[in-house]
């Protein structure tokens, strides 16, 4: 049967439409397959371009930066050397409250009525020091005493009469009786005295003596001026002796009655002992009169720190204040660094009290604004020199430099020879 005209076109048609539907199904599915080259170019790294930065001018500034735990400054143990003291030390008076202050040539404490005066030194009092005595303890006292303004004549290891007389002031001053000399010297200058006496009316009588003779004409007067002699003699012997006997029973300086500690004023931290107890070891602990911020930093960090150095304390609360390094000192494996505040209000030092705060301490400075570049972007030659590329017109240029302070991961750099580095100069710090 043959077909109609009719069917023919449909057939046509629907082969068409297919063709079509194929040709689509190809294109699409043909742009979804690729090559391995094709492939491989697709998901290769970018081409590699430099990182850069410009060069800055700014002032640089090394610096050590810590944290601390604020205390008073070096605490002590206080004792008190009982052993002078023919009494059971009794504690009688002047125990000092906890937080009060222990000022150097006044009583610390009290004893069988008598003053334990602070003073400032590191030898400790470990005798009655009296005149005649001499030694390293006795130039301290000296050294206290000329300091203290109560002339203990030429500054020396040697106890005199003037030192003795600066002791008896110095007692005065701390509102007390000096101390009297032991009974047996006291006992010997009387004795001394009445040995004077009696030298002086032996030298009356010899005199009177050689003056009878002399009046009665006698030939020899010879055995009378031997009297006399002999009498002005022991006079004067007598004199020495009693000069020595007064010296030694000069004011003594009681072994009990001292106490050094390294430094004064001191803020008393705990007291030991209390009125009517008897003292035995420790009586007191005291610390530094000014609060100090105390900051733990390794051996590398502390050769770059000394003492006088500034710092700044940071208190919270936007408020900080200038101070200034007192001392590096070793601590086991660590060292203990001390910044003592230059002064305080009474708000920062509510503040600063058993606080823990931010130290800064400036190491070094470039005293105004360098050309700096990050520390990234030096880099060293083959003969070790150092460098930085510098990018120009899209290519890089090797720009030799001298490196100065580094700090806050900057260096301070200044061109070499005829090379050129300028502010705004793009450095490659990385790729």
Same mark, same amino acid.
């Given at each position: ?178 101390? =009297? #000399?032991?009974? *047996?010297?006291? +006992? /010997?200058?009387? &004795?001394? @005295?009445?040995?004077? %006496? =009696? #030298?002086?009316? *032996?030298?009356? +009588? /010899?005199?009177? &003596?050689? @003056?009878?003779?002399? %009046? =009665? ?215």
């Amino acid at each position: 049967m043959t077909a109609s005209p009719k069917s023919r076109r449909r057939v046509l048609v629907s082969v068409a439409g297919v063709a079509v539907a194929s040709l689509g199904i190809g294109v699409v599915a043909g742009s979804r397959i690729s090559s391995p080259e094709d492939a491989a170019a697709k998901t290769a790294a970018p081409k590699a371009s430099q990182i850069t930065v410009p060069v800055a001018k700014k002032a640089l500034s090394s610096k050590v930066v810590g944290r601390g735990d604020a205390s008073f400054d070096g605490a002590v143990n206080i004792r008190v050397e009982t052993s002078g003291i023919k009494t059971a030390p009794i504690v009688t008076g002047k125990v000092p409250a906890v937080g009060s202050t222990l000022t150097e040539g006044k009583a610390l404490l009290e004893i069988t009525g008598r003053p334990v005066i602070g003073l400032a030194g590191v030898l400790p009092m470990y005798r009655t020091l009296s005149p005649g005595s001499k030694g390293p303890d006795v130039l301290q006292l000296e050294q206290t005493l000329d300091r203290l303004g109560l002339d203990p004549g030429d500054v020396d290891d040697e106890y005199d009469l003037d030192t003795s007389a600066a002791v008896e002031r110095l007692y005065e001053n701390a509102g007390y009786d000096a101390p =009297a #000399a032991d009974e *047996q010297f006291t +006992q /010997a200058v009387d &004795q001394a @005295k009445k040995q004077v %006496d =009696a #030298a002086k009316k *032996q030298l009356r +009588q /010899a005199q009177s &003596q050689l @003056k009878a003779a002399k %009046d =009665a004409k006698a030939k020899d007067t010879s055995v009378q001026q031997g009297a006399v002699d002999d009498a002005e003699e022991n006079l004067a012997d007598a004199k020495d002796a009693q000069n020595e006997a007064e010296f030694k029973a000069g004011t003594p300086l009681p072994v009990s009655e001292v106490v050094y500690v390294k430094t004064l004023p001191r803020r008393v931290d705990d007291v030991k002992v209390e009125r009517g107890g008897t003292v035995n070891g420790v009586v007191m602990s005291a610390s530094g009169a000014s609060l100090v911020v105390t900051v733990k930093v390794d051996a590398e960090t502390a050769q770059r720190l000394k003492a006088g150095m500034a710092a700044t304390l940071d208190l919270g609360d936007s408020v900080s204040v200038a101070g200034k390094v007192r001392r590096v000192a070793k601590n086991g494996n660590q060292y203990d660094v001390v910044v003592a505040p230059n002064t305080l209000t009474a708000g920062q030092l509510a503040l600063l009290r058993d606080a823990n705060v931010r130290v800064t301490i400036p190491v070094k400075n470039t005293s105004g604004k360098v050309l700096a570049v990050p520390v990234a972007a030096l880099s060293s030659g083959s003969d070790g020199a150092s460098r930085v590329e510098v990018l120009r017109n899209g290519k890089v240029e090797l720009v030799p430099v001298a490196v100065g302070l580094t700090a806050d991961g900057f260096a301070q750099v200044t061109p070499k020879g005829d090379a050129k580095l300028t502010e705004g100069d793009q450095v490659v710090v990385g790729r």
